[in-house]
Structures are given as C-alpha cells and as structure tokens.
C-alpha cells in the first residue's frame, strides 16, 4: 500500500529564510508525486508535481521539489520565504497509471509559520 | 477559467437534519472525489466517482451518501450529522490519467 510521510509537524521560518518541507514517500513501483497548500478555510491548491525526466521540477510561488529516488524522498524548497508562504503543505503520490480506482495518498501535512 | 465550485461555502445544520453538499466543475474530468477534512489534519478520501461508477471506501460510513447526475455535478449527502461530521468537505477533480487533482474550495460544515 502507499504512504507518504511528512516527519514535521509545524516548522517555523524567519520571513526571507530558505525553507525545506520534508515527504518521504512508500510506493512499489516510480509514483507521481505532489505537493499541494492550503491555507486557511481554502480548498488545496497543487504547486508542483513530478512525473517522470528531470528530478528537480519547479513550481509556482516559487517552489521546487527534487525526486530522489535512493531516499524515496520528495522534499519541498524555497530559497526566500515570505509572509504569504505562511499555510499549511501536503506532500501526496498516486499512481503512475490511470483508470477506475485512481486517488492519491496525502501526508499529514506540515505547519509553516512564517515570521517577520 | 475552468474550476471546480463548490457551494455553500459554509453551511450549518441541525443535528440528525439531511444536508447535502454541492460541487461543480468546467474542466470536464471523469473523475469527481469528497474528502473529509477535520482541523489540521490530511484529507481523508470518503468516496468518488470513475465516470458514472461509484467507488466507495471502506471504512466511509453508511450516513454518507453520494450521487453524481451527469459530468459536471457531484452531491455530497449526509443522512443524519452527527456532531462528529463538523468537517470540512473538499471537492476534487481529475482525469484519472495521473495528472493529479483540482480542488474546490470547500465546504465548512458545522453541525449544532
């Protein structure tokens, strides 16, 4: 079965720090792969995804992920943060084929707390 | 812009009252999913649609109810909330080829 695990609860940043959300990720085979934010009262909305070719995607907002394979892990980054970052980060894998019993697995979510 | 809506955005109910919830969606997606998701915590998939087909999940209880009339449209029916059900219910499209999901906004549900 697949599951994500993001080890951080709740990080706190200084506004302008660099920033790194940690997913680690059990899949059997090469999964696709997520990260989505929420902020408060809000629905999620995706800021990257990898699916296959070059293990560093980029993302709006700012953001990059770089897919290793070794850790089966699926890290977040950003070089500056700001205020707006503050929210809440799911990291999620799917399946790397479609059909009938498609879904994806979300992690527990990480806590950003962005401060001034 | 092609979305997914869902409405209401809020929406309080009476204890053991019916209450049904909304979701939209223009981005002509076969696959239309209802999470659950109670305050800090992952969103828990209850059930979605494959086209016309309804995938239930295991352990999504019986008092939540689905229905999804043609493409556009998912309903999310609660038969009798309890105060457990205070949630909130996020809507979710996809194309079922792995290209990750769409979400609606979602519904704050509470239950007095």
């Known amino acids: 079965a697949q599951s994500v695990t993001q080890p951080d609860i709740h990080i706190t940043v200084s506004e302008g720090a660099s920033l790194e959300l940690r997913c680690n990720y059990s899949y059997g085979a090469t999964p696709y792969l997520f990260w989505y934010v929420q902020s408060p009262g809000q629905g999620l909305q995706l800021l990257l995804k990898y699916f296959s070719g070059d293990t560093l995607v980029q993302g709006i907002k700012g953001f990059e992920a770089e897919f290793k394979r070794s850790q089966s892990s699926f890290n977040l980054r950003k070089p500056s943060v700001h205020w707006s970052d503050a929210a809440e980060y799911f990291c999620?894998?799917?399946?790397?084929?479609?059909?009938?019993?498609?879904?994806?697995?979300f992690g527990k979510g990480t806590l950003l707390t962005v401060n001034p | 812009d092609a979305m997914v809506i869902q409405n209401p955005r809020y929406q309080v109910t009476q204890f053991g009252k019916p209450v049904t919830l909304s979701c939209s969606q223009t981005?002509?997606?076969?696959?239309m999913y209802w999470y659950q998701q109670k305050s800090s915590q992952a969103p828990k998939l209850l059930f979605h649609?494959?086209?016309?087909?309804?995938?239930n999940e295991a352990d999504t209880p019986d008092n939540f109810q689905s229905r999804r009339p043609n493409t556009s449209f998912c309903f999310l029916d609660i038969r009798s909330p309890g105060l457990g059900d205070a949630a909130m219910y996020l809507c979710?499209?996809?194309?079922?080829?792995?290209?990750?999901?769409?979400f609606g906004s979602g519904t704050r549900l509470t239950v007095v």
């Open positions: 649609y494959y086209d016309k087909d309804f995938n």
């Open positions: 981005l002509n997606h076969n696959v």
């Open positions: 999620a894998v799917g399946p790397n084929s479609g059909g009938s019993n498609y879904k994806l697995t």
């Open positions: 979710a499209t996809s194309r079922a080829g792995g290209s990750g999901y769409t």
